[in-house]
């Protein structure tokens, strides 16, 4: 089965950019939805951004709207978070995942069945 694979994390400045990369290991994406999450330290985990199979289509939660852009390259099959103006609320684990189910974007994680083993975005004021 595929597996998600992130890369791009670190630690950066408050104001600063990152881009994280979401690479398919063991297979494809194919024409699955495809999400980002984030988990900081005692806190329930939460989506990000979404998008769907062809990339046409984009979901943001509210805390990264204007901030953040997830993107596509199914060429690549590769998942990218563009993040800016980072502030240190954004600190946490950033998990890729993706819906075999699904073609269209969804905010239900449990509708997300590959999923990768996270990588620690870490925003310093």
């Known amino acids: 089965q595929v597996r998600p694979v992130e890369s791009g994390g670190g630690s950066v400045q408050a104001g600063g950019s990152l881009r994280l990369s979401c690479a398919a290991s063991?297979?494809?994406?194919?024409?699955?939805?495809m999400g980002w999450f984030r988990q900081a330290p005692g806190k329930e985990r939460e989506i990000v951004a979404a998008?769907?199979?062809?990339?046409?289509?984009?979901y943001y939660g509210d805390s990264v709207k204007g901030r953040f852009t997830i993107s596509r390259d199914n060429s690549k099959n590769t998942v990218y978070l563009q993040m800016n103006n980072l502030s240190p609320e954004d600190t946490a684990v950033y998990y890729c995942?993706?819906?075999?189910?699904?073609?269209?974007?969804?905010?239900?994680?449990?509708?997300?069945?590959?999923w990768g083993r996270g990588t620690q975005v870490t925003v310093s004021s």
């Open positions: 998008i769907n199979w062809s990339g046409d289509s984009s």
């Open positions: 063991g297979g494809t994406f194919g024409n699955y939805a």
């Open positions: 995942a993706g819906s075999t189910r699904k073609i269209h974007w969804t905010v239900t994680d449990s509708l997300y069945d590959v």
